[in-house]
């Protein structure tokens, strides 16, 4: 195999691999208010444990569209486990989001605060976590080996700033990152 058609094949394996994360990591962001995970709870720290943006809707708006492109899979391959696969990915994304979160109230920054990195790749991180501790990776045939998920990081990164660069010049955001 030549080396563009290799590289093509990563990135679509890679796609393939996260899109239910991905989808799974950005259907809470159209909610406008839910009841707080952390019911309002504050940590020893004296400030909020997650805060009002992890709310009950949004977790379940994680597991809901995981596993929706899990049944997508399912319906295009007939392989059932792709639902369990979908699932799992919006369990993953869902608790690499609530960390994130957590982590940022210690820091003490708040509730949309930026924290770069950290919140375009956190969910990515922990879906990776459970999928590979579940098996449900190589039992769907979708391995995810370390090229498969540096290659995920490196493309969320980059669509996320060349999405924000987008929205700048169109004029939907005051700054360019
Ligand atoms: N959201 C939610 N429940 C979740 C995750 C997200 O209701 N479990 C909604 C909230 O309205 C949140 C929005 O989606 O404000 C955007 O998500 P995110 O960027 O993750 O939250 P932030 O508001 O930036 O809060 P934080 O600083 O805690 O990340
Ligand atoms: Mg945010």
């Known amino acids: 195999?030549?080396?563009?058609?290799?590289?093509?094949?990563?990135?679509?394996?890679?796609?393939?691999?996260?899109?239910?994360?991905?989808?799974?990591?950005?259907?809470?962001?159209?909610?406008?208010?839910?009841?707080?995970?952390?019911?309002?709870?504050?940590?020893?720290?004296g400030r909020r444990v997650l805060g009002d943006g992890k709310t009950f809707e949004g977790l379940g708006l994680f597991l809901f569209f995981g596993t929706a492109v899990g049944a997508v899979y399912t319906s295009a391959t007939g392989e059932p486990l792709y639902i369990v696969y979908g699932l799992l990915s919006g369990i993953g994304a869902a608790l690499g989001d609530l960390l994130g979160a957590f982590i940022k109230r210690r820091i003490g920054l708040r509730r949309g605060e930026p924290a770069p990195v950290l919140d375009q790749t956190g969910f990515m991180v922990m879906a990776t976590v459970v999928l590979r501790a579940t098996g449900i990776d190589t039992a769907t045939g979708l391995g995810?080996?370390?090229?498969?998920?540096v290659t995920g990081l490196l493309?969320?990164?980059?669509?996320?700033?060349?999405?924000?660069?987008?929205a700048y010049r169109l004029g939907l955001k005051e700054v360019p990152y």
């Open 155 to 166: 493309v969320i990164l980059v669509a996320h700033k060349a999405t924000n660069y987008g």
């Open 144 to 149: 995810i080996d370390l090229r498969v998920f």
């Open 1 to 45: 195999m030549d080396i563009v058609s290799e590289i093509l094949s990563l990135l679509a394996r890679t796609l393939l691999v996260y899109l239910p994360a991905m989808a799974a990591n950005g259907a809470p962001v159209f909610l406008r208010r839910g009841r707080p995970i952390d019911m309002g709870r504050v940590f020893i720290d």
